[in-house]
Each structure stands twice: as structure tokens, then as C-alpha cells.
């Protein structure tokens, strides 16, 4: 789609950093509390822990978003100044921005999971969201319109999907794995 459009995409993967290493240490936070209290056997620990992360993550998410969608033009300009990239930035920040938030729920529930010992499910979940449903996406819904629209389109559709399937699985991972469990003595 030409020099601009990569330009553009590069500078909006700058302007959205924050989102992921916020959401990278959430994860971690949450792996390492649901570890330490899942071995203690503190159940309605990990339970508030995983409520309070999600909060927490919304919490820092959505002003992140909102300086994103304000002032995206003017960030882009810290790295270009090229006013076809910055309106582009802008544009492609404002369609996909107000899906964000669904990393509180991706990645807290990811963490969560983890956290209990349950590795290989929220990994393969993560791949068909994030990897899978992408790749399907590109091959075969980008050649229908050939669009900066149509391709940002997939990383809204696989968070929104992957945020989903990991709200499912944990719901019935708690009820399994976090409700059956022995309390210690």
C-alpha cells in the first residue's frame, strides 16, 4: 500500500507501545500473584486479584486510548513530519484505539490462567486469536477490498475474538480448577 501507509503504521506501533508494555507488566503481576496464592490455596484471593487486574488494566487502558485518539497527529509528528503519514496515523489509531480495551480481559485472564498452572490452553487460545484468525483474515478477506481499513480490521476482530474465547475458557477453568480446589489448612 505504499511508502506512507508503512510509515504510518510504523509510527502508530511507537504511539501504542505504552499499551503493551503496561498490559505486558499486568500480566506478569497477575501470573506471579495467582502463582504465589493458587500454591497457598487462597482461592478468593486469585478471584479478587483477577477482578482488581482487569480494573486496574481498564483503568490505565482507556486514557491511553483516549490521549491516542486526541493526540495521535501531534505524537506522529514527534517521529515524521509528513502531513499524509500524521493523517493517516491519526486515522488508523481511531479505528482500532477503541478496541484496546480488550487487552484487560486478554491478557489478565491469560495471566490468570498461567498463573494456575495452565499453560498450553491459554497459549493455543492466544494463537488462534492473535495468529490464526489474522493469517485467515489476510488471505482471504483483504483481497475482497485491499484496504488500510480492511487489514487494521483484523487486529480489532482477534482481540475482540481471543478477549472472548479466554472469558469463556476461564469462566469454566474457575468453576473446574479454582473452585474444586482444597483449601489449606
Do not use: H
Amino acid at each position: 500500500l505504499g511508502t506512507t501507509t508503512i510509515a504510518a503504521w510504523a509510527i502508530c506501533g511507537k504511539i501504542d507501545t505504552p499499551v503493551f508494555l503496561i498490559m505486558d507488566a499486568l500480566t506478569i503481576s497477575i501470573s506471579t500473584f495467582v502463582a504465589q496464592n493458587y500454591g497457598a490455596r487462597k482461592l478468593e484471593r486469585i478471584r479478587k486479584s483477577v477482578r482488581v487486574c482487569i480494573y486496574l488494566a481498564l483503568s490505565l487502558l482507556i486514557p491511553i486510548t483516549v490521549v491516542m485518539c486526541l493526540w495521535g497527529e501531534p505524537l506522529s509528528r514527534l517521529f515524521i513530519d509528513d502531513a499524509e503519514v500524521s493523517a493517516l496515523v491519526i486515522t488508523m489509531i481511531r479505528f482500532y484505539a477503541p478496541f484496546i480495551f480488550t487487552f484487560a480481559w486478554e491478557e489478565g485472564l491469560a495471566g490468570a490462567i498461567r498463573g494456575s498452572g495452565e499453560t498450553f490452553k491459554p497459549m493455543l487460545i492466544t494463537m488462534l486469536g492473535a495468529c490464526v484468525l489474522r493469517n485467515i483474515w489476510i488471505a482471504f478477506i483483504v483481497p475482497i477490498n485491499p484496504t488500510v481499513r480492511t487489514i487494521i480490521a483484523c487486529y480489532p476482530l482477534s482481540w475482540s475474538v481471543t478477549s472472548l474465547l479466554l472469558i469463556l475458557y476461564y469462566r469454566r477453568y474457575k468453576k473446574q480448577r479454582l473452585m474444586d480446589l482444597p483449601l489449606a489448612a
